[in-house]
C-alpha cells in the first residue's frame, strides 16, 4: 500500500502527497499510472530457414508516471490549481519519493504536461512526467566497508570502573567482502579509495565474474606530478549513464579515466551474493576502501 508520496520540484520545495489525508496538501489522488514495470522492446531477426524469429537485444523502454488530481481546498481551488504550476512546472525536473509498506524509493523525470481542467465542477489536473531512467532507486544507501574505520559504540553500553573494555571504533582492513544485493536489476557501485599515505597499482576484482579494474599510478603520475599520496580520493562511479573515475586532491576533481586499464570492465552487482577482493601493489595499510551502492526496482 501507498503511504506517501513527496514530489520535490527543481528549486529543493517538497510537496507531500497523503493519499489518506487529501485536505493537507489540497491534492486528491485520484489515480496514477506507470509506477509498475514498465514495457520492453524485444528485438529480433526473421530467419529464412526457421520458424519465428531469432532473440538479438532487449531494452526498457523510458517511464512515463501520470497523475490525475482533483482540488479541493476550504478558500480557493485557484491556490491549488497555482501550486500544481509550482510543483509540477512544464520541462523542469523533479524527483519523486514513493513510501509503501516494504519500501521507500525514488526516481527523476521531467514535467512532459500539466493539463489542469478549469471549467469542470469537480476542477483537478493531469499531470505527465517523462523519466528517462526508468528505474526507481531506493533512498538510502548500502556501504560495504574493507578498510577504515568501523564504529563499534552502540546503546546501551558498560564499562566497569577501572577497566578499559568500551570500545568506540576500529581499523579493519578486509581484503575480501560479499555484498549481498537483492534488488530488481544489476546495478553499478561507487568504489571510493582514501588515501592515508602513498599507494601504488590498485586492482578490484568481481570473484564471481572474474572481472577487474586496474588503477595504473604511473598514469596517474603522468597527469597530476604524483601518485596516489596521503589525503588523495579516487572515486568511481559504475552507475550506467554517470560512469566516471576521479582523482580529488585538495579539493579539485580531475578524470583519471586513463589510468584504468585496458580491457577493463565496469564491475556491478548482480542479484545475489557478490564477492569482491582487491590486490595493492604497494602501500595497503595506506587504503580506505569502501564500495556503495543504491537498490533498483522495477516498480513499487
Not at 107 to 119: A, L, R, S
Not at 258 to 282: C, D, M, P
Request: glycine share 8%.
Amino acid at each position: 500500500m501507498i503511504k506517501k508520496i513527496t514530489v520535490t520540484n527543481y528549486v529543493g520545495d517538497s510537496l507531500e502527497l497523503d493519499p489518506f489525508h487529501p485536505e493537507d496538501s489540497g491534492f486528491i489522488i485520484k489515480s496514477i499510472d506507470g509506477l509498475g514495470p514498465v514495457k520492453s522492446s524485444i528485438n529480433t531477426a526473421e530467419s529464412a530457414t526457421m520458424d519465428g524469429s531469432i532473440y538479438n537485444s532487449a531494452k526498457s523502454e523510458q517511464r512515463n508516471i501520470v497523475f490525475n488530481f482533483q482540488f479541493m481546498s476550504d478558500s480557493s481551488i485557484e491556490d491549488v490549481r497555482l501550486k500544481s504550476y509550482k510543483f509540477f512546472p512544464n520541462k523542469k525536473q523533479l524527483t519523486i519519493r514513493v513510501e509503501t509498506d516494504r519500501r521507500i524509493a525514488e526516481i527523476t523525470g521531467y514535467v512532459e504536461e500539466n493539463k489542469p481542467d478549469i471549467f469542470s465542477e469537480t476542477e483537478g489536473c493531469q499531470v505527465s512526467i517523462i523519466c528517462p531512467d526508468p528505474y526507481f532507486y531506493s533512498v538510502e544507501e548500502q556501504e560495504t566497508l574493507f578498510s577504515g574505520i568501523e564504529p563499534r559504540f552502540t546503546f546501551p553500553f558498560s564499562n566497569p570502573i577501572g577497566e578499559d573494555t568500551l570500545i568506540m571504533s576500529e581499523i579493519v582492513h578486509y581484503k575480501e567482502k560479499t555484498i549481498s544485493y537483492y534488488g530488481d536489476e544489476e546495478t553499478g557501485i561507487t568504489i571510493k579509495i582514501h588515501a592515508i599515505g602513498p599507494i601504488e597499482n590498485i586492482t578490484i576484482y568481481n570473484a564471481n565474474t572474474n572481472e577487474s579494474m586496474n588503477i595504473n599510478t604511473d598514469k596517474i603520475k603522468a597527469l597530476n606530478g604524483n601518485g596516489i599520496i596521503a589525503k588523495d580520493d579516487v572515486i568511481i562511479n559504475t552507475v550506467r549513464g554517470h560512469k566516471s573515475m576521479q582523482l580529488v586532491r585538495n579539493g579539485v576533481a580531475t578524470n583519471i579515466l586513463s589510468a584504468l586499464g585496458r580491457g577493463q570492465k565496469w564491475l556491478t552487482l548482480a542479484i545475489g551474493e557478490n564477492v569482491f577482493y582487491h590486490i595493492v601493489g604497494r602501500g595497503e595499510e595506506n587504503m580506505e576502501l569502501t564500495i556503495t551502492n543504491r537498490v533498483l526496482y522495477e516498480g513499487v
